[in-house]
């Protein structure tokens, strides 16, 4: 039996472009919401409160990160790499929260509408739109190797829609005078939220269950190591994710009586390093299967 040791490093460099993206949304969220309140636009404060789940998103990330650097210990085995995935699935809730509550105000304003201060809505969209693209390239590096920093940038993402959709409401509301544009740009924000948030959701919840990382087909794997010389059979074989950048494989591989076990591991360990990039893996070779081995589908 083997154990890679090889891990991927919890994603520190992140926590900078953390910082900087936090303040300037947690700075105009502020600015954005008592403009919602006073120009009564409630396109504007359905900006602001993705704004603020924009700010929660990326303080959960950033503490998620901090927290991620801490080593394991007797308790905690694989470290604490594992709460980026609860930080993400608080995120999705929290998207979806807000969400519902944009819809649930768009109907009492379609029974009750009201006037709206559309230029001024506009100004504060736009200056919205600049902060909302900062962010974005802010965080753009991280997105595909976190799945904590991709809820942080899809939070943001969501939010740069909303202001575009803000900006153009504003301005068609200039145009036409038609008020109920600032709820149905609201409403269009809500709506195009909610699927984007179930995928993230979706993804947190996988890996929370020690489902197989997205990216990595289970049977792919196994005629991976099937195709290494010597090997007869793979079994009991066991792929999870401690965090989106470290995943875990275990299995049971059979392999010819005048095979060494040990050259056998050292391939498949450089096999799956160099094709699936799972750095943490246990081998058990073995001359004949394990009994148990007829019960296992994989």
């Known amino acids: 039996m083997s154990t890679g040791h090889t891990q991927a490093i919890p994603g520190s460099q992140n926590e900078k472009v953390l910082w900087w993206a936090l303040g300037l949304t947690s700075t105009f ?77 768009a109907v009492d304003r379609f029974k009750n509408p009201t006037d709206v201060e559309s230029m001024a809505m506009l100004w504060v969209a736009i200056l919205g739109l600049i902060i909302n693209l900062i962010s974005i390239r802010l965080l753009s590096s991280g997105k595909d190797k976190s799945l904590n920093m991709k809820g942080a940038y899809l939070e943001v993402w969501s939010d740069m829609l909303g202001s575009i959709g803000v900006i153009v409401g504003a301005i068609v509301i200039y145009m036409t005078g038609w008020a109920w544009v600032d709820t149905v740009v609201a409403v269009a924000i809500g709506l195009w939220v909610l699927p984007r948030t179930w995928v993230l959701l979706n993804e947190s919840l996988n890996l929370l269950l020690e489902g197989v990382p997205q990216g990595i087909g289970l049977n792919e794997v196994k005629k991976s190591i099937l195709n290494i010389s010597n090997v007869i059979n793979v079994h009991d074989l066991h792929i999870w994710g401690i965090s989106s950048e470290k995943n875990s494989l275990t299995a049971h591989v059979v392999h010819t009586s005048d095979a060494s076990p040990e050259v056998i591991i050292q391939k498949i360990r450089e096999l799956l390093e160099t094709d699936f990039s799972i750095y943490h893996s246990t081998i058990q070779c073995e001359i004949n299967d394990c009994e148990n081995e007829k019960t296992d589908i994989f």
């Open 29 to 105: 969220l502020i600015a954005e919401f008592a403009a919602g309140v006073f120009y009564n636009s409630l396109a504007l404060i359905s900006d602001a409160a993705h704004m603020f789940t924009d700010a929660a998103a990326l303080a959960v990330a950033l503490a998620a990160v901090r927290i991620a650097k801490r080593p394991a210990d007797s308790l905690r085995t694989y470290g604490y790499a594992r709460f980026e995935i609860l930080a993400a699935a608080f995120n999705a809730l929290l998207l979806f929260a807000v969400a519902i509550y944009i819809l649930f105000e």
